[in-house]
Structure formats: structure tokens, C-alpha cells
């Protein structure tokens, strides 16, 4: 005895003793309470973290409360802007499309950010990381994830292309961070910020397209905001300025805190889920423990001991495995929750404020881990507590009172007649404690169902993604400042190898307008030929638009929520340029549920309607090699051709560019899942280890009686192997038909997250595969270890075995 | 070394053999039997281990039960020590009715008054010997630090074990196991020790070691009832019982 043990009491000596005497069985409990408490801290402390230090660093850089985009202005609006009630300040801001040359020496795109503000007093300020704060004139100050990509920095030149093909060399003063970026940013992200003065030096005229707005009062008040907004549309409206989009944002909000809060929430979902597993687990480790112990209990009621004093005495240990698990836990799910947050802050381009504990996910770490061992092992601890002394310490060998009726498992084992001897033991095995196969069971089947889940959400997510591709299944988007003859334009385009198709759209910006003809909304109206192959709807409602069409629209479903009650046959009133009319909803189609206004009509009409005749500012081209690789190539070689020919080009951009994008994003989501069902599995697999452990150890002597009467080693073995595979294939198949419904909520609930719509599940063999293979392995894995444990010993040593 | 039972720490109530002899002879029996039934109920029918069992032992009497097994011995030590519950029938200790206590009831009434030794020792294989004596005073309410230890140490060193108090049991003989169980019933000075075959697991001269050692606490006022299927044990004991078929069907006093 230790010289500090003994100033306890000889019942916590005991329980200290039971705490390190046997410390598999301790090692066992405090992984699997550690493991959910480590979950809850990372999703937890993440969940404080992220949204607080995104929002404030959002809050700090000055966000515009009011995005406009109209067409080109000058500061004569910015200052009437200024001058509308309630706008604290405005800004006009330009971006100017040109290409730079990577130190690779590639060509690729760059948008340089030019406003009138002075750097430091500028709506959506950026975070200046290094060298200069403020761009001198022909100067640009890059932006971090850019510098980050090429690796270029403060004095490094940039050599630009420019729209007519002529080069600049600008140089570097220093790097900033874009603090105010929504999801946009995330896939739109090689860019910089010039002075308003460099802009005609790069061969543009000097205008600005969009208008940001900070609002005077209720900066954080969307009504107030909104309030703002119908002052500032109409100052516009009095100029002539038609809206082509109109955005608003409280300053206290993040752009991506909605969508990030759902993701979080999901984890969130999943980090109960795993402490309730674990939770299982542990009842599952402590009712064997209190079993193994229940000659203890006995000697303990015979010398005096009551059954409150014997509770007390388990709850002690239950609560000294849970202090363990805290040590463990809270450490790592501290470090994992600012590793999340790292994580996500690189994602969406917000700095941290540094690591830091966070109280709260400590305080829940801690209720947690102290909590549900308590709530898992009361059960088992008051039960164990109650048996007699008699049954304690005889074990259960004098007589018995009569059991109840066989169960139904019982009974079709007892019919189990055609199996091999060994293996119908291990059958019987299996199934002798039911409410420990139970409690397994559960924690592999939820395990292994969230796990094939996730493989499911991916693939879910990705039909989505191939959803929206459906509207844009161009190999090559070529836009035009200004529309060119179609006979043109075709003509050049198929000069190019490769080219398989040209069409012409029609696009357009348009405004909604109430009974009054007032602008209520605006809306992007897309003119693909009536039979355009490279849209193929979803349509809910009605029917797409047909050659023979005039004034009608196949809308979006953000119309069903804008505009409550439309349906197929309701005209709205649109004004298209300067023209005024009632366009007929002929069909609604399913898109990504975005809130944009977005309509089709088919080409002809729609360019009639715009003033184009048979010319065209966008074309849709598509090609053999699908792949982004062959679309860029495309690309590049039209947009030489193009430019080479003096045509003022917007963008040439290969189809594939976004999509993939996007398919990277949910990719990072669902490395987040991925995390997530490897804990759910670890506990899974812990509680498998667990039991297979437990079952042996109980059966110590039936193995010793066994191996007396001629059970060879390799028969012992296989005896437990085989136990532990069943154990694992039920739940794999329990899993996989589990899998089904959880795929459902997930996808569903992660969709609406990022797309505002329900996803449409989707199913890969991939997962189910994986988790077959993950559940033979663990099951052979956890069967191990025990199965060779009593395979070795001997018959004495087993027969004596207590 | 031969054990020697005369070191043993005395009983509180029975400190010279005069008292103990007072004791004997005290009318007031220690412990009554009434009319003792006790029923198993099981799948095959019910098996009525106890058959109306009246018996009545008096303070300082070294009591032999045997008979053969299954013949209801250790049912008996059980309804005794409160170990289990009679199924019709009384089981007086003093004027305390054991057979209406409940569980906690009889766990305290037992830790006091009852010292029970079984045939597996049945010490706790994770606390040291001394713990495993010091547990049924904390569990009682009669441990104090020092003084608990003092007089553990005492109950150890009279057992032959002092120098083994913080082995564990597993580190220790048979032998010295029961005597460690034996100084652990003693912990509290129970008036009473119930002994089920407490040398059914020991080689001769060890078990002579252990009926030297019950002789002597006899000697100083504690009842002990030992339960044997031993007909050797006829020697040693002041009163014999012979149990046949859940029958007390032969009682008679030796000394």
C-alpha cells in the first residue's frame, strides 16, 4: 500500500484497487466514454468558436447591409446614393476581368476590385496581411487565398493580360484577406484590389456596376435594412437605374452562417448520437463488471455492507472512469474543435482569434462524461446491489427459482439441429446475453448505418450537383460584352477541332412588377433555343417552353415562395428592357432552391424581346472530351480565336469549372461525415472488443470443461471467431437496412443546408462494400485477442479461474 | 510455528472463561430456531430443503452440524446468518426477530452480530488482508482510524499474519486464507461465528490449527456453529447435530 492510500477508507481502496487492478477493463470504459466526450467537445467548441469569431470578424470589416447590382454608373450616384434617407454610407465597386501569368506561366483569370473609398474607411474592408495597406496607383494588393495559390507576395510583378490582349506589369504592394466574401467567395477566389485610379491605365473605362450600401441605424435589423433598401431603390428608380439583383445582410451576420450552422448542427446530431452509443457501451461494460463482481457484492452484504453503501461504492468507480475519460477528452476535443474551426475558417475565408478553451463545450464535455456513465450504470449498479448474498456468492449454483417460459430465441436455437456441433455453440453463444448482444448491437448497427449513410450522402449530394448541371451542360460558356451576328460567331467557333455544337442564348436581366408597375424583384431570364439539348429540365409543374411560345415562362420554384399561390397559367408582369408585359408561367422546374428569380424563355422570342436580331451576346458550345481538362484547352483555343479577331470578350469558361468546384466543397462536407462515422465505428468496434472480451472471460471455465473433455486449440479459437463474425454480420445487415432512412434525413437536412432544397437520395454500393469489409475485420480483429487468450491457457489454470 | 489461539483478542462481553461459563449457563438461548421451513422452488417441483427446523443455541456453545451432503447443512448456516430468507418459520437473535428484518436490515444486523466463514474464504481478492478486516467495521459503523487499524492488526497478529496484512489473498496459503476470514468475522466481535465447512479446503494439520482456534473463542463466550459433513468433529464440539433430509433428527451434548 501506498503511503497516500492509506488515508482512504479500506471501500475506496477498493475501489482504487478495482480502477487500476484490472486496467483493460478500465482502458475499455474510459475509451468508450472518452470517445463521446471527445465528439461532443470538438462539435461543440467548434460551435461556439466558428460562428463567433466568423461573425466578428465579419461585423469589424465594415459589410455592406445593401449589394445592387445595376447597370454602369458613376460617383454622381454613389453621391446621390449618399444623400438617400437613412444610408449611412455608399460605394460603387468594379470589377475588372483580366489574366495574369502564374510563376508556373500559365494564364489564368483575376479579378481586380477597384472602388473610390480609401482603403482604410471602405465598406467590406479587408484585413491587410502584409506590405502595403493601401494600393498606390497601378498598383494591387492580392488577395490571401491567390497569394497562397501561387505563392506570391509584397514586390512580386504581375504580368496581365488585358480584354484587348495587351500586357501590364503590376506589382504587388502587399496582401489582404476579403473578410466579407459569401459562398460566392469560395469559388470565386483568385482576386485583388486596385485603386479606382488604375482602372482606365488597364484599358477600361471608368464606371462602377455595383452599389454597396451601409445603412445609418438598425444595422443589425433586417427590417430597418429593408427599409433603407426601398429608399435607395428609389433614388435609383428616379435616375433610370433598373436593379439586375439586390442583396441584404445585417452587420452582425455572416453571409455563410445559416449554411455553416446547419452543418455544424448535423455534427452536432451526430456527436449525441455517438454519446448515446457510447452510453450503451458503457452500460454494456458495466453490467459485466458488476456480474464479475457479484461474489465481491456478496462478501461485502455478508460482512455488513448495505445495498446504499454498495452503490455508492460502484458509483464512486463509474465516476472515476468518467474523470479519466475527462482527462483524455477534453485536451483532445479542445485541440479538434480548433482544428475544425481552423478548418473551416480556411474554407470560408475568416480569420481565427486563436485557440482558445471554450467554457461551455468544457462544461458539456464534463456533464457528459460525468452524466451518462452515471445514467448508463445505474441499472446495472442497482441490480447488482440488490442480489442476495446468497445468489452473490454461490453464483447463482444453489437452487434457483424457476425461469420463466423459454424465449423465442431459445427456441429456434434449441431447433438449430443441422449445424456442426462447435458451431452451434457458438451460435448459442452469441445469443445466451441478449441484453449485452442487444446494447452491441446497437452501438455496431448505428455505427455501420451512419457510415454507409455518409458514402449514400455523397452520391446524394453529387445528383444534386448533376441536377444543376442538367441547365448548364455547355462544355464551354462564351460571353460576349455585346452581342455579335450568330452566322458569325458559329462560324469561327466551328473552325475550332474538336467543336461538336454552337448554340446561341439569349440572356437577360428583367425586373418584377406589382399592379402599380413598381419593382418589386428582378429576375435573370436565360433564352436557350426551344429544344436546346443542353438543358434537361425537372419540371414539377406544367411544361418547359416550346418553340411556338410567346410571352411565357417556365419559372423557377423561388417563385413559389416569392410569389405564394402562383401556378401554371398566372401571368406576371415583367419589364424587360424598357419594355412593359405579361409574361404567361407555363411551367415551374425544380433547380438548387436557390432564392435568385430565374426564368426561361426560349431564344427567339426572348431576343426578339431584347432587340437582338439574329445575334447573340452568350453561346453554348459543346465538344468530344467532356473532362475540364478538354473543356479548358476548348476554351483557351476560342477565346484566342476571338480575341485575336478583336471581339469584346466577358468570359470564356470551361462548363465543368463550378461543378467541380462545388463537387470540392461538398467533398470537404462530407470528410466532415466521413470523421464522424469513423467515430461512430471506433465506438462501435470498441463495444464489440468489449463484449467479445466479456463473453470469453465469463466462459473462462465452460472453455476449461471443453478443453478437459478433447476441444483442440484451433476449435477454441474458432469457437470465439465465429461468435464475434456473427456478432458482426447482423449488424452489418441491420446497418445497411438502417442505412436507408438515415441517408434520407442526412442528405435531406445537409441539401437544404447548402442548396436550400431537399436532396434526392441516392444509393452506392461503395459504403455497404467498405462496411461489410470494416465489420469482418473488426469482428476477426476483436475475436482475436480473447479467442487466443483462451485457447492458451490451460486446463488447471482455467478450471481454477474465478 | 505453531499457532498458538490463546493470543487471540478477547470478545468484549466474555473476557475471563468465568464469564463464559456464565454465559453457558444462561437460560436466554442466543440464538432460536422456530419451526423453520425453507422451499426451492424449481423446474422440476418444489424441493423442501428445511423441514421444520427448531433448535436453540446459547452463548459460548461450540455447536457441530453434520450430515451428508444435500442434506440441508449449509440451507441451515443460510437461514442462520440471515444469508437467506426462511420460507415459513422463525429465526430469533435475542430479541431481535431475523426473519422480518429486510436485506439492509439483516446486512447490518449480520456485520454486527454474525461472523460467517465459509469453505472458499471468500475474502475480497483485491484488498489487502488488513482492508479486508477493516471493511466490515466501516460497513458497521464502528471503524475509527487508528484505533480500527490497531485492533485489525491485533485480530491479524493473532491469526499468525501480521506480517502479511498488505499481501492480497492470492499471495497467501489456503490456511492462511481461512485464518484471515476467520479474523475478519471477528472484526466487530460478533457473539456469534457460522462456519460452513471452513476446513473442507485444508490439509490436516492446518485444519487443526483452525478448530484449535474456534475452541478457543468458544472458551471466551462466542457461539460457533460449525457445519461439516466431518463425522471427525464429533470430538471437538460441546453439542452435535446431525441434519438428515432437511431434519435436525438426532441432537446430543458431547460435553
Given at each position: 500500500m501506498k503511503p497516500w492510500q492509506s488515508y482512504l477508507r479500506p471501500s475506496w481502496r477498493k475501489v482504487l484497487s478495482d480502477l487500476i487492478g484490472n486496467r483493460t477493463r478500465t482502458l475499455l470504459v474510459v475509451a468508450s466514454i472518452a470517445v463521446g466526450v471527445f465528439a461532443v467537445g470538438m462539435i461543440a467548441g467548434s460551435y461556439y468558436i466558428i460562428p463567433s469569431d466568423m461573425n466578428d470578424s465579419y461585423s469589424s470589416a465594415n459589410p455592406a447591409n445593401i449589394q445592387i447590382q445595376t447597370r454602369p454608373f458613376d460617383e454622381n450616384l454613389i453621391r446621390a446614393v449618399e444623400r438617400t434617407r437613412g444610408v449611412s454610407s455608399a460605394d460603387g465597386e468594379r470589377t475588372v476581368s483580366v489574366r495574369m501569368k502564374t510563376?508556373?506561366?500559365?494564364?489564368?483569370?483575376?479579378?481586380?476590385?477597384?472602388?473610390?473609398?480609401?482603403?482604410?474607411?471602405?465598406?467590406?474592408?479587408?484585413?491587410?496581411?502584409?506590405?502595403?495597406?493601401?494600393?498606390?496607383?497601378?498598383?494591387?494588393?492580392?488577395?490571401?487565398?491567390?497569394?497562397?495559390?501561387?505563392?506570391?507576395?509584397?514586390?512580386d510583378v504581375l504580368e496581365l493580360k488585358l480584354e484587348d490582349d495587351s500586357i501590364r506589369r503590376m506589382k504587388i504592394a502587399g496582401t489582404a484577406q476579403d473578410l466579407t466574401s459569401g459562398i460566392g467567395g469560395m469559388f470565386n477566389n483568385t482576386k485583388g484590389y486596385i485603386s479606382d485610379e488604375s482602372i482606365e491605365w488597364l484599358h477600361e473605362p471608368y464606371y462602377f456596376s455595383r452599389l454597396l450600401v451601409r445603412v445609418a441605424e438598425g444595422d443589425n435589423d433586417p427590417a430597418a435594412i429593408q427599409a433603407v433598401a426601398d429608399n435607395v431603390k428609389d433614388t435609383l428608380a428616379k435616375d433610370g437605374y433598373e436593379i439586375y439583383q439586390i442583396q441584404k445582410n445585417p452587420t452582425n451576420v455572416h453571409p455563410m452562417e445559416s449554411i455553416l450552422q446547419a452543418i455544424i448542427q448535423v455534427l452536432l446530431y451526430l456527436g449525441v448520437l455517438i454519446?448515446?452509443?457510447?452510453?450503451?457501451?458503457?452500460?454494456?461494460?458495466?453490467?459485466?463488471?458488476?456480474?464479475?463482481?457479484?461474489?465481491?457484492?456478496?462478501?461485502?452484504?455478508?460482512?455488513?455492507?448495505?445495498?446504499?453503501?454498495?452503490?455508492?461504492?460502484?458509483?464512486?468507480?463509474?465516476?472515476?472512469?468518467?474523470?479519466l475519460s475527462l482527462v483524455i477528452a477534453i485536451p483532445l476535443g479542445s485541440w479538434a474543435a480548433y482544428a475544425l474551426s481552423d478548418f473551416a475558417a480556411g474554407l470560408i475565408n475568416f480569420p481565427l482569434r486563436g485557440f482558445r478553451i471554450v467554457p461551455q463545450a468544457i462544461l458539456i464535455q464534463i456533464a457528459i462524461g460525468l452524466f451518462v456513465p452515471l445514467l448508463a450504470g445505474i441499472w446495472p449498479v442497482v441490480r447488482g446491489a440488490g442480489v442476495t448474498v446468497d445468489s452473490a456468492i454461490s453464483g447463482g449454483s444453489h437452487m434457483q427459482e424457476a425461469p420463466a417460459q423459454k424465449s423465442l430465441v431459445d427456441q429456434g436455437l434449441g431447433r438449430l439441429r443441422s449445424l456442426s456441433r462447435p458451431l452451434l455453440i457458438s451460435v448459442r453463444n452469441t445469443f445466451r446475453r441478449k441484453g449485452r448482444l442487444v446494447l452491441t448491437l446497437l452501438t455496431l448497427t448505428l455505427g455501420g448505418a451512419i457510415f454507409i449513410s455518409v458514402f449514400n450522402v455523397q452520391v446524394s449530394l453529387n445528383h444534386k450537383i448533376e441536377q444543376i448541371t442538367k441547365y448548364f451542360s455547355a462544355d464551354v460558356n462564351l460571353d460576349f460584352n455585346r452581342p455579335y451576328p450568330i452566322h458569325q460567331v458559329t462560324a469561327l467557333v466551328r473552325g475550332v477541332d474538336e467543336v461538336v455544337s454552337v448554340e446561341p442564348w439569349a440572356i437577360g436581366q428583367a425586373n418584377v412588377l406589382n399592379e402599380k408597375d413598381e419593382v418589386v424583384d428582378s429576375l435573370t431570364l436565360l433564352g436557350p433555343p426551344a429544344n436546346s439539348p443542353l438543358v434537361t429540365p425537372i419540371i414539377t409543374e406544367g411544361r418547359w417552353i416550346q418553340a411556338d411560345d410567346k410571352n411565357a415562362l417556365t419559372?423557377?420554384?423561388?417563385?413559389?415562395?416569392?410569389?405564394?399561390?402562383?401556378?401554371?397559367?398566372?401571368?406576371?408582369?415583367?419589364?424587360?428592357?424598357?419594355?412593359?408585359?405579361?409574361?404567361?408561367?407555363?411551367?415551374?422546374?425544380?433547380?438548387?432552391?436557390?432564392?435568385?428569380?430565374?426564368?426561361?424563355?426560349?431564344?427567339?422570342?426572348?431576343?426578339?424581346?431584347?432587340?437582338?436580331?439574329?445575334?447573340?451576346?452568350?453561346?453554348?458550345?459543346?465538344?468530344?472530351?467532356?473532362?475540364?481538362?478538354?473543356?479548358?484547352?476548348?476554351?483557351?483555343?476560342?477565346?484566342?480565336?476571338?480575341?485575336?479577331?478583336?471581339?469584346?470578350?466577358?468570359?470564356?469558361?470551361?462548363?465543368?469549372?463550378?461543378?467541380?468546384?462545388?463537387?470540392?466543397?461538398?467533398?470537404?462536407?462530407?470528410?466532415?461525415?466521413?470523421?464522424?462515422?469513423?467515430?461512430?465505428?471506433?465506438?462501435?468496434?470498441?463495444?464489440?472488443?468489449?463484449?467479445?472480451?466479456?463473453?470469453?472471460?465469463?466462459?473462462?471455465?465452460?472453455?476449461?470443461?471443453?478443453?478437459?473433455?478433447?476441444?483442440?486449440?484451433?476449435?477454441?479459437?474458432?469457437?470465439?471467431?465465429?461468435?464475434?463474425?456473427?456478432?458482426?454480420l447482423i449488424s452489418f445487415v441491420l446497418g445497411a437496412l438502417l442505412s436507408f432512412p438515415i441517408t434520407h434525413v442526412l442528405a435531406d437536412v445537409i441539401s437544404m443546408a447548402i442548396f436550400s432544397a431537399p436532396a434526392q437520395t441516392a444509393f452506392t454500393l461503395q459504403g455497404f462494400v467498405i462496411w461489410l469489409g470494416v465489420v469482418i475485420l473488426l469482428s476477426v480483429g476483436a475475436s482475436l485477442i480473447p479467442a487466443r487468450n483462451a485457447s492458451r491457457m490451460t486446463i488447471r489454470e482455467v478450471l481454477a479461474y474465478e | 510455528m505453531m499457532f498458538e489461539p490463546t493470543k487471540l483478542p478477547l470478545p468484549v462481553d466474555a473476557s475471563t472463561p468465568v464469564a463464559a461459563l456464565t454465559a453457558l449457563h444462561n437460560p436466554k438461548p442466543l440464538l432460536s430456531l422456530r419451526q423453520v421451513v425453507k422451499v426451492y422452488p424449481t423446474r422440476s417441483g418444489d424441493i423442501t430443503a428445511l423441514k421444520g427446523i427448531d433448535a436453540e443455541f446459547y452463548r459460548g456453545e461450540f455447536v457441530?452440524?453434520?450430515?451428508?451432503?444435500?442434506?440441508?447443512?449449509?440451507?441451515?448456516?443460510?437461514?442462520?446468518?440471515?444469508?437467506?430468507?426462511?420460507?415459513?418459520?422463525?429465526?430469533?437473535?435475542?430479541?431481535?426477530?431475523?426473519?422480518?428484518?429486510?436485506?439492509?436490515?439483516?446486512?447490518?444486523?449480520?456485520?454486527?452480530?454474525?461472523?460467517?466463514?465459509?469453505?472458499?474464504?471468500?475474502?475480497?481478492?483485491?484488498?489487502?488482508?488488513?482492508?479486508?478486516?477493516?471493511?466490515?467495521?466501516?460497513?458497521?459503523?464502528?471503524?475509527?482510524?487508528?484505533?480500527?487499524?490497531?485492533?485489525?492488526?491485533?485480530?491479524?497478529?493473532?491469526?499468525?499474519?501480521?506480517?502479511?496484512?498488505?499481501?492480497?489473498?492470492?499471495?497467501?496459503?489456503?490456511?492462511?486464507?481461512?485464518?484471515?476470514?476467520?479474523?475478519?468475522?471477528?472484526?466487530?466481535?460478533?457473539?456469534?461465528?457460522?462456519?460452513?465447512?471452513?476446513?473442507?479446503?485444508?490439509?490436516?494439520?492446518?485444519?487443526?490449527?483452525?478448530?484449535?482456534?474456534?475452541?478457543?473463542?468458544?472458551?471466551?463466550?462466542?457461539?460457533?456453529?460449525?457445519?461439516?459433513?466431518?463425522?471427525?468433529?464429533?470430538?471437538?464440539?460441546?453439542?452435535?447435530?446431525?441434519?438428515?433430509?432437511?431434519?435436525?433428527?438426532?441432537?446430543?451434548?458431547?460435553?
Open positions: 510563376p508556373d506561366g500559365d494564364w489564368v483569370s483575376l479579378s481586380l476590385i477597384a472602388r473610390t473609398q480609401p482603403f482604410a474607411e471602405r465598406i467590406d474592408l479587408v484585413k491587410p496581411l502584409s506590405g502595403a495597406v493601401e494600393p498606390g496607383k497601378n498598383e494591387l494588393i492580392l488577395e490571401k487565398r491567390t497569394a497562397e495559390k501561387y505563392s506570391l507576395g509584397p514586390g454519446v448515446f452509443l457510447s452510453g450503451s457501451l458503457i452500460s454494456n461494460t458495466l453490467t459485466a463488471l458488476l456480474n464479475q463482481h457479484l461474489p465481491q457484492i456478496g462478501v461485502m452484504k455478508l460482512v455488513g455492507a448495505q445495498r446504499r453503501q454498495i452503490i455508492r461504492l460502484y458509483l464512486a468507480l463509474i465516476l472515476s472512469f468518467g474523470l419559372v423557377n420554384e423561388a417563385f413559389m415562395r416569392k410569389v405564394p399561390g402562383l401556378k401554371v397559367g398566372d401571368t406576371i408582369r415583367l419589364k424587360v428592357g424598357t419594355r412593359k408585359a405579361d409574361w404567361t408561367v407555363v411551367g415551374i422546374f425544380q433547380f438548387t432552391g436557390i432564392n435568385d428569380l430565374i426564368a426561361y424563355s426560349h431564344y427567339d422570342h426572348l431576343a426578339r424581346t431584347l432587340n437582338y436580331t439574329a445575334s447573340a451576346a452568350a453561346y453554348r458550345i459543346t465538344t468530344l472530351d467532356h473532362s475540364l481538362e478538354g473543356q479548358t484547352r476548348l476554351a483557351q483555343q476560342i477565346d484566342a480565336r476571338f480575341r485575336a479577331r478583336g471581339y469584346d470578350i466577358n468570359s470564356v469558361e470551361a462548363g465543368a469549372t463550378i461543378t467541380n468546384s462545388v463537387t470540392e466543397y461538398i467533398g470537404v462536407l462530407t470528410a466532415f461525415l466521413v470523421v464522424m462515422a469513423l467515430l461512430t465505428a471506433s465506438v462501435g468496434s470498441i463495444g464489440m472488443a468489449g463484449t467479445l472480451s466479456m463473453n470469453v472471460m465469463e466462459r473462462t471455465r465452460e472453455i476449461g470443461v471443453l478443453r478437459a473433455i478433447g476441444a483442440y486449440d484451433t476449435m477454441i479459437l474458432r469457437l470465439v471467431l465465429v461468435e464475434g463474425l456473427l456478432i458482426g | 457441530g452440524i453434520v450430515g451428508k451432503s444435500g442434506a440441508g447443512k449449509s440451507t441451515l448456516t443460510h437461514m442462520i446468518s440471515g444469508v437467506d430468507q426462511v420460507t415459513s418459520g422463525e429465526v430469533w437473535f435475542e430479541d431481535t426477530p431475523v426473519h422480518t428484518l429486510s436485506e439492509d436490515q439483516k446486512a447490518l444486523w449480520r456485520g454486527r452480530h454474525v461472523g460467517v466463514v465459509y469453505q472458499t474464504f471468500q475474502l475480497m481478492p483485491s484488498l489487502s488482508l488488513l482492508d479486508n478486516i477493516l471493511l466490515p467495521m466501516e460497513f458497521c459503523g464502528t471503524y475509527q482510524r487508528g484505533k480500527s487499524e490497531e485492533r485489525a492488526l491485533e485480530l491479524l497478529r493473532a491469526v499468525e499474519l501480521e506480517d502479511h496484512a498488505f499481501k492480497k489473498p492470492s499471495a497467501i496459503s489456503g490456511g492462511q486464507q481461512q485464518r484471515a476470514a476467520i479474523a475478519r468475522a471477528l472484526a466487530n466481535d460478533p457473539p456469534l461465528i457460522v462456519a460452513d465447512e471452513p476446513t473442507g479446503n485444508l490439509d490436516t494439520a492446518t485444519a487443526e490449527t483452525i478448530f484449535s482456534l474456534f475452541e478457543t473463542l468458544a472458551e471466551r463466550g462466542t457461539t460457533i456453529l460449525i457445519v461439516s459433513h466431518d463425522r471427525s468433529l464429533e470430538d471437538r464440539v460441546s453439542r452435535l447435530l446431525t441434519i438428515t433430509d432437511g431434519e435436525l433428527s438426532e441432537m446430543r451434548s458431547l460435553r
